[in-house]
Every structure is written in structure tokens, then in C-alpha cells.
């Protein structure tokens, strides 16, 4: 057994996750792309086929028995939600997209009401797109300005020049927790404590935190926090808006339809409580109820076995990547996630990507929805190799070997 895997079972996880055991190109499937979405739990899956097979319903307006199962079944990953990041009541718990919906809620709705000519919007030089644009198109409608927090050579937010540019103009700070691109994990507590002394309120992009790291969102005491259930063994389609009671409420909704009401008439309309109000139209309930396991899934190992386990993969990694010639890692934050980006003299990135893919080896190419920290770098893309639970030091293994065998025709 894995020497790293003595505080994990990773036979029992792996047998979680029938993707893995499969050849893609003639070769077991090696699957590093778990930061663009991770593989499904199995008890996802079968939650997926129950729901379709035998509880399908619309939920919240049915008196029949199928509709309550299936209203039981949305509201108790509600509460599991609200459990998983601690949040004081489920009513803060608002179900979406995905991350980016989430943020393109608090965008529109928070930021339109709230935001005016001259307020400051400061994001990093590290964000995802979906962290950047709806911010841009918040200020274009507001006249808000947005201000871009440097970071440093290895991907590090510099947290002198942040807090400079806090100030009493500074109305939201909105930062991701792991960056996608390079993995660093960024000190958001801090982040949140000082933008809160200036009064700004505070969104974190939980995106690739969530499946690695635990989230207190009342310890962090974050205003807004983001989450993708794809990248947290779940479904697609489902993602989470925490907001605080306070904050919610006096928010108006995001988009019209049902559900979001409270009554409707041609001389006006009344809106629903929190967190209704903000999810107009039918769901994606199945998808919602089976999140419910892909926590269950996470909890079970324990978020700190997790962390654990992925660090130890991260270090395992770099210590053999570190050997191979043309090797250049981007990004090497001195607190990181199992993300690795790299780039290997002479080969491209995306001929990289393929010549891996021919060999079952799964890992994703280009800039990762983060041009301008691209640009930053000075760089068109990278490589990146992300680790979930159930990865193993024998897939690193074959990576590198691979890896090696490429720079040695091509490099
Ligand atoms: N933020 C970060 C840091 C991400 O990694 C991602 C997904 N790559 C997103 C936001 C967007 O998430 P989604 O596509 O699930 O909406």
C-alpha cells in the first residue's frame, strides 16, 4: 500500500469512484483534472438514479407524495449545506448554477442596489474569471471603480499592497480562497478581518477551497461565500450562495419567475423570504438532493485527512517533477493545494495535454479562465495537475515517467 495512504483507506475510496476503473487510449485513466471537476461518488450517482427513477416531482407547490419526497430531499441538503460550511441558519443557504451564478447573483443584486460612482470593487490579480467579469459589468452599470490586488513572482497576494489600498471607498473585497491556476491558498481570514475594518463587504470564491479545506463561514465571518458542487464529488449544476440573514434580505431578487414570490398581480408583486427570493424557477432538484452525498462523502474521510493526504501527494510531485529536465513549475506559494502548473521547455502546453491524454493521463492545458494573471506571468498558459482524495503516488509515478519520456522525444 501507498506509503501516504496510511491514514486513508484508499482502496474503499477508490471503489467510490467506478470512472477510475476504466482504460482510456489503452491505459488505466490517470485523472488529474479534478480542479475543473472532480470525478462523481458513487452515492451521488445512485442518488441521481434513485431521484429519476422513483422520486422525480417539482418541488415546494405539490401536495402529492412524490412532490413532498422530493421537497424533503431539496431542503435537507439545505440543512446539510448549511452544516458542511457552518452557516447560522439554512435560510442563508441560497442553491445555484454553480459558483459563477453565484456570484453573478450577488453582482446584480447587491452590487447594483448598493454600489455608486466612485466605490471600489478590489479583486485579485489571481481570479478566476467568473470573479472578474461580473464585476466589471457590476461596475460598467454602477460607475464603481475595481482595483486589482498584486500578488508576487510565486502567486503570492501581497498583503501589504492590499491593505493600502483598503479604504473607506473600498465597498466589496472579492477574493478566491485556492486559486485554480497555481493552488495558493490564500490567507482569507485576514483578508476579511482588515476589509472589514474599512467597512467593505467581503465575497470569498470558495470554488477550489471547498473540496480540500474546511469552511467556517462564521469563524471566517465572510458577508458572501461561493461553492460548485462539481468540484466537491457532486453533481454539475449546483452551486451555493451563502449570504448573511442581514445582507439577503434587503437585497432584491436576482431573476423573476416562480418560486421568488410571495403574490402576483398586475398592480404588483411581493417577493418570497430568503432564500426563495432568490431562486426563481425549477431547480435542478436532483442534482441538489444527491450534493447531499458528495458531503456525506467528504465528511466521512474528514476534511483534515483530506488535506493531509493532497499535501502529501503535492509534495510527493514536486520532488520528482523537480527532476525532469525543462521542468518550470508556475506558482510555488509557500501554503498551496494540490494544484501544479508547469510548463516543460520546448513543448507547448496543449501538445503536452495531448501527448499525456495518449497516454490515459487526464490533465488540463491552457490559461484556466485566468488571463490576467497569464499576463502577469507573461505567459500564454500552463499545464496543470490537480490532486483529489483519490489520486495516488502510482499515478504520479506514471505521470512523471510519461512526462519523462515525452521531454525525451520532444524537449
Ligand atoms: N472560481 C474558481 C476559483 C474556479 O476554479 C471556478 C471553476 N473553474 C469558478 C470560479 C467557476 O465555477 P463554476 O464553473 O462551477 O461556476
Given at each position: 500500500m501507498n506509503t501516504v495512504a496510511t491514514a486513508i483507506d484508499l482502496r474503499a475510496i477508490r471503489a467510490?469512484?467506478?470512472?477510475?476503473d476504466q482504460e482510456v487510449n489503452g491505459k488505466p485513466l490517470i485523472y488529474f483534472d479534478n480542479a475543473a471537476s472532480s470525478q462523481t461518488a458513487k452515492a451521488v450517482v445512485d442518488s441521481l438514479v434513485q431521484f429519476y427513477e422513483r422520486d422525480h416531482a417539482n418541488i415546494h407547490?405539490?401536495?402529492?407524495t412524490l412532490a413532498e419526497r422530493s421537497t424533503k430531499g431539496f431542503e435537507a441538503t439545505r440543512e446539510r449545506v448549511q452544516q458542511f460550511i457552518n452557516a447560522?441558519?439554512?435560510?442563508?443557504i441560497v442553491f445555484t448554477k454553480g459558483t459563477t451564478e453565484s456570484i453573478n447573483l450577488v453582482a446584480h443584486s447587491w452590487a447594483t442596489t448598493f454600489l455608486k460612482e466612485g466605490d471600489e470593487i478590489l479583486i485579485s490579480q489571481l481570479e478566476h474569471h467568473s470573479n472578474i467579469v461580473p464585476w466589471q459589468l457590476a461596475a460598467e452599470r454602477t460607475g464603481a471603480v475595481i482595483k486589482v490586488i498584486p500578488i508576487n513572482n510565486v502567486g503570492e497576494i501581497l498583503q501589504e499592497e492590499y491593505k493600502k489600498l483598503l479604504?473607506?471607498?473600498?465597498?466589496l473585497v472579492a477574493v478566491n480562497?485556492?486559486?485554480?491556476?497555481?493552488?495558493t491558498i490564500n490567507p482569507v481570514n485576514e483578508m476579511i478581518r482588515s476589509a472589514h475594518e474599512v467597512g467593505a463587504t467581503v465575497l470569498i470564491d470558495a470554488a477550489q477551497a471547498s473540496p480540500h479545506i474546511k469552511i467556517d463561514v462564521q469563524e471566517m465571518d465572510c458577508d458572501f461565500l461561493a461553492l460548485s458542487s462539481h468540484k466537491m464529488y457532486g453533481p454539475t449544476g449546483v452551486g451555493v450562495l451563502y449570504g448573511k440573514r442581514d445582507l439577503l434580505e434587503e437585497m432584491p431578487p436576482y431573476q423573476g419567475g416562480?418560486?421568488?414570490?410571495?403574490d402576483v398581480s398586475f398592480n404588483g408583486t411581493t417577493y418570497n423570504d430568503i432564500p426563495y427570493k432568490f431562486e426563481?424557477?425549477?431547480?435542478n432538484i436532483g442534482e441538489v438532493i444527491a450534493f447531499k452525498y458528495a458531503m456525506d462523502f467528504i465528511d466521512n474521510i474528514g476534511h483534515d485527512v483530506i488535506k493531509e493526504y493532497e499535501h502529501k501527494l503535492l509534495m510527493y510531485a514536486n520532488d520528482k517533477l523537480r527532476?525532469?529536465?525543462?521542468f518550470t513549475p508556475i506558482g510555488t506559494a509557500k501554503n498551496k493545494a494540490s494544484v501544479i502548473s508547469f510548463l516543460i521547455e520546448n513543448v507547448h502546453p496543449y501538445d503536452l495535454g495531448q501527448l499525456l491524454d495518449v497516454r490515459g493521463i487526464a490533465v488540463r492545458t491552457g490559461h484556466h479562465c485566468t488571463q490576467p494573471l497569464m499576463d502577469f506571468l507573461q505567459i500564454d498558459g500552463t499545464v496543470r495537475a490537480s490532486f483529489a482524495v483519490y489520486n495516488t503516488e502510482e499515478e504520479i509515478d506514471v505521470f512523471c515517467d510519461a512526462l519523462e519520456s515525452i521531454v525525451k522525444k520532444f524537449g
Open positions: 467510490q469512484f467506478p470512472v477510475l407547490r405539490g401536495i402529492h447560522g441558519e439554512a435560510d442563508e479604504s473607506d471607498k473600498t465597498k480562497y485556492v486559486s485554480n491556476s497555481l493552488g416562480g418560486e421568488m414570490i410571495k426563481a424557477g425549477t431547480p527532476k525532469i529536465k525543462g
